[in-house]
């Protein structure tokens, strides 16, 4: 959490709270009060001291996700995934495979595994970017390729292991916007999950 990324959540959260009320989804509601809440109560203390209240947020982060509290919270697939819960057992190799499809890689600067979820979803977002692309070039064939590699990513990875995560998050935190966040990133795994399926039948149909 740097001052940049700060002043995005302060910015965003109006755009997250309209697309929590065009949807049914608790997760999704409940994710924005807490952000709202979080801007709102933040606010003040990030104008007033930011070096201090980023220090917060950082020693907060480090608490929840650096091994370091009483409740760590691991962000990687194998270890919700495999049996004996630990890095680079078999859901990392599916993973490793599953980008070399497209010839993905994460960023160098970037050292933990593949399967961190800030991998994964970026993951997403590049079939995205390529579904796309796809349909502005009317090229059907490839966007319903896309879209059915992002639902077989869905099913078989996010949405196997992410909702074990942010339950693990909501009990180890008391923080306001990790709290927030775990709702946030629940809520729209499952309405993503949905869209996507929605997305195939329609591509699929020729109803689009």
């Given amino acids: 959490m740097d001052d940049q990324f700060v002043k995005i959540i302060i910015d965003i959260q109006p755009t997250l709270s309209g697309l929590a009320e065009s949807v049914e989804n608790g997760?999704?509601?409940k994710g924005t009060d807490l952000l709202q809440e979080f801007v709102t109560k933040s606010k003040s203390k990030y104008d007033t001291d930011k070096e201090e209240f980023l220090t917060y947020l950082a020693a907060t982060y480090a608490t929840l996700f650096l091994n370091v509290g009483p409740k760590p919270v691991f962000l990687v697939e194998s270890v919700y995934r495999s049996e004996g819960h630990i890095l680079y057992a078999k859901p990392y190799f599916e993973i490793t495979d599953a980008y070399a499809l497209l010839g993905f890689e994460k960023s160098k600067s970037f050292s933990e595994p593949e399967d961190h979820i800030a991998v994964e979803l970026e993951f997403m977002a590049r079939l995205c970017e390529l579904t796309a692309q796809s349909l502005s070039e009317d090229n059907l064939s490839y966007a319903t390729k896309y879209v059915n590699l992002q639902r077989e990513f869905?099913?078989?990875h996010l949405t196997k292991?992410?909702?074990?995560?942010?339950?693990?998050l909501k009990e180890a935190s008391d923080n306001l916007f990790y709290t927030a966040l775990a709702h946030l990133t629940r809520g729209f795994i499952a309405q993503d999950d949905q869209f996507v399926d929605h997305a195939y039948d329609e591509l699929t149909s020729g109803k689009h």
């Fill in 161 to 168: 292991w992410v909702p074990t995560l942010t339950d693990k």
């Fill in 154 to 156: 869905l099913k078989d």
């Fill in 27 to 29: 997760d999704m509601k």
